[in-house]
């Protein structure tokens, strides 16, 4: 263990990487970028290894599948693991007193290491999205790029505060893919669904529309009034990467509530009725 501290601690060091995180502006980078590079290795053997393990557990009904929905099945496990962790371990952030003493230019360490697990993972997202945008849109590579490149820039430092704020989104992220993988085991329109979809709703609305709209509107708000470290062209940059978010989020809840009314018509609907016969 001290042998494997000790090469990581030279691989930190090296002066060309320390250089490059200068160059790019990004010197909080330094002592993480192996973690963050690593990252999105991992995260593909984990999609690879999720068929195995998926088949172990559901048997039958995930052997049924295509292999289109093995392939996404997989893309969910990805998710579901990010999600969780990055969710958990966000929530310290919000007591962290240099954070709140400086929600601008503030740093701390561990808050460093948390969005490293999300740089390592929307940088995953990027290279998923684009390889497999015919299906999934553009929205997704939009969405995969700007979250990217706003966690990344936390490491000039740059709103690491805020961030967390951002990192919960990923809260509704987890009941989304209960949802699908209800659909995929043939529980479709079950009592279980219908819990889990309002859940879905509830916590998507919240985090996402309420808290990511209040949050955005206080982030810019003090970008205005104290952000002499920021540029100009970075001010305009985050304002365009957190309106794609943004845009995107209240575009993927209309697509959601439509969803959930196909699922789950209300009584005495031409839907309800063709559904009970």
Excluded at 25 to 42: E, I, Q, R, T
Excluded at 69 to 79: F, L
Excluded at 204 to 226: C, P
């Amino acid at each position: 263990m001290q042998q494997l501290a000790a090469h990581y601690m030279r691989l930190t060091e090296l002066p060309a990487a320390q250089g490059l995180c200068e160059l790019v502006g990004l010197p909080k980078l330094v002592p993480y970028w192996p973690v963050l590079l690593a990252l999105p290795v991992l995260f593909q053997a984990l999609r690879l290894s999720s068929s195995t393990l998926s088949s172990l557990v559901f048997g039958a009904k995930f052997d049924a599948l295509s292999a289109r929905q093995k392939y996404d099945w997989g893309i969910r496990v990805v998710s579901q693991v990010h999600a969780i962790v990055v969710v958990v371990f966000a929530i310290p952030i919000f007591f962290k007193e240099e954070l709140i003493k400086d929600t601008l230019y503030g740093f701390d360490n561990y808050t460093a290491w948390v969005y490293t697990i999300v740089c390592g993972y929307f940088l995953w997202d990027i290279f998923v999205s684009i390889s497999d945008v015919r299906k999934l849109g553009i929205g997704f590579v939009i969405h995969g790029i700007a979250s990217f490149s706003v966690f990344i820039l936390s490491f000039r430092p740059s709103l690491q505060y805020y961030g967390a704020s951002f990192i919960m989104f990923e809260a509704s992220t987890i009941f989304l893919n209960n949802n699908w993988w209800l659909d995929k085991l043939g529980m479709t329109g079950s009592r279980l669904q219908f819990y889990n979809a309002s859940i879905l709703l509830g916590l998507y609305f919240v985090v996402r529309i309420l808290f990511g709209t209040a949050t955005s509107y206080l982030m810019f708000r003090d970008l205005r009034a104290k952000g002499t470290q920021t540029p100009g062209y970075l001010y305009y940059f985050y304002r365009v990467a957190n309106f794609a978010v943004i845009s995107l989020s209240y575009y993927w809840f209309y697509l959601m509530i439509a969803a959930v009314r196909k699922r789950f018509p209300a009584k005495g609907s031409p839907a309800q009725h063709k559904k009970a016969e």
